[in-house]
């Protein structure tokens, strides 16, 4: 399965909105998860079973689709948001995860 | 609270081995497959090798097929990668991961660094 992510990169202003794209090539059903991964630092679960906010993860990041199209919205954008957010399907394997090439968001 | 802690990295020679651990509490260890992913300097996430709750059955990914061997011991609660005949480009911060078995979220580790240089 090849997971897209688009835009590359997004560049907003604080309090603005952002919206981040992830398309797989075939079904993953609810089973996609967004990170966030920021310098120096290990990936961070936002997002799971395509909708579900992970423990200590604000309401300002909210996660929807099913198949192969998935959105990660993030409202009120603060500087701290800046960093890479990844997608990851795990409903097919073998052979195993695979992950998005990342969008880069710039506040 | 769960966690996994990842240990093993280094600097290590072309062609030579290391053997990477993970160390997990806070969660029922044999119940839940387990993977190791990787990261290079400045690229995405790589997944490599996964190990289902049993330990019977592993997958890889095929740039390490042959080459990595993935381990568990469900009494001890970890989970090892054993990464021989290194090369430069396996240079890389390699985490380990939960798998997502019960509606579960994945849970990484901090990641440990592994450098291949001569």
């Known amino acids: 399965i090849v997971m897209t992510q688009s835009p590359a990169t997004l560049s907003v202003s604080p309090g603005e909105r952002a919206t981040l794209s992830c398309r797989a090539s075939q079904s993953v059903g609810t089973n996609l998860a967004w990170y966030q991964q920021k310098p120096g630092q290990a990936p961070r679960v936002l997002i799971y079973g395509a909708s579900v906010r992970a423990t200590g993860i604000p309401a300002r990041f909210s996660g929807s689709g099913s198949v192969t199209e998935f959105t990660l919205s993030i409202s009120s954008l603060q500087s701290d948001d800046s960093a890479v957010y990844y997608c990851?399907?795990?409903?097919?394997?073998?052979?195993?995860?695979?992950f998005g090439q990342g969008t880069k968001v710039d506040i | 609270q769960a966690q996994v802690v990842e240990s093993g990295g280094g600097v290590v020679q072309p062609g030579r081995s290391l053997r990477l651990s993970c160390a997990t509490s806070?969660?029922?260890?044999?119940?839940?497959?387990m993977h190791w992913v990787r990261q290079a300097p400045g690229q995405g996430l790589e997944w490599l090798a996964f190990?289902?709750?049993?330990?019977?059955?592993?997958y890889y990914a095929d740039s390490v097929k042959g080459r990595f061997t993935i381990s568990r011991d469900n009494s001890k609660n970890t989970v090892d990668l054993q990464m021989n005949s290194l090369r430069a480009d396996d240079t890389a911060m390699y985490y380990c991961?939960?798998?997502?078995?019960?509606?579960?979220?994945?849970?990484w580790g901090q990641g440990t660094l592994v450098t291949v240089s001569s």
């Open positions: 190990v289902l709750y049993d330990g019977n059955t592993k």
């Open positions: 991961a939960k798998g997502t078995e019960f509606g579960e979220p994945p849970l």
């Open positions: 806070g969660f029922r260890f044999s119940s839940f497959g």
């Open positions: 990851q399907q795990y409903n097919h394997w073998p052979p195993g995860w695979t």
